[in-house]
């Protein structure tokens, strides 16, 4: 069964930091490109960061540039979110993705796997 697991979202205060991880399991990941999306009440879904197979290539939305960091360990399935002077926009679920595309693919609809999400809360 292939399972995308989120964890390390909490509740900070504006200006620090959280550390959001990524276990995947039921197969190997190593080729997979992979992403972070957060959804806000309200909102809609967006795209945060995207690092390919490789970890070579990656994206990040505007509004994160400069604050976080995507990486990845392929040899753990792993997947981490670095973010750091978080602010209170960044309050949102965020949720983990892959999907088997050699492509950055920032539009979630091209991701097949999906984790259950991890609240981030950012307090001014």
């Known amino acids: 069964q292939v399972q995308l697991v989120e964890s390390g979202g909490g509740l900070v205060q504006a200006g620090g930091s959280l550390r959001l991880a990524c276990a995947a399991s039921?197969?190997?990941?190593?080729?997979?490109?992979m992403g972070w999306f957060r959804q806000a009440p309200g909102k809609e879904r967006e795209s945060v960061a995207i690092?390919?197979?490789?970890?070579?290539?990656?994206y990040y939305a505007d509004s994160v540039k400069g604050r976080f960091t995507i990486s990845r360990d392929i040899a753990k399935n792993t997947v981490h979110l670095q973010m750091s002077s978080l602010k209170p926009e960044d309050t949102a679920v965020y949720y983990c993705?892959?999907?088997?595309?050699?492509?950055?693919?920032?539009?979630?609809?091209?991701?097949?796997?999906w984790g259950q999400g991890t609240q981030v809360t950012v307090s001014s």
């Open positions: 993705a892959a999907t088997r595309s050699l492509l950055l693919q920032i539009d979630g609809r091209a991701y097949d796997y």
């Open positions: 690092i390919n197979w490789s970890g070579s290539n990656t």
């Open positions: 039921g197969r190997t990941f190593s080729k997979d490109t």
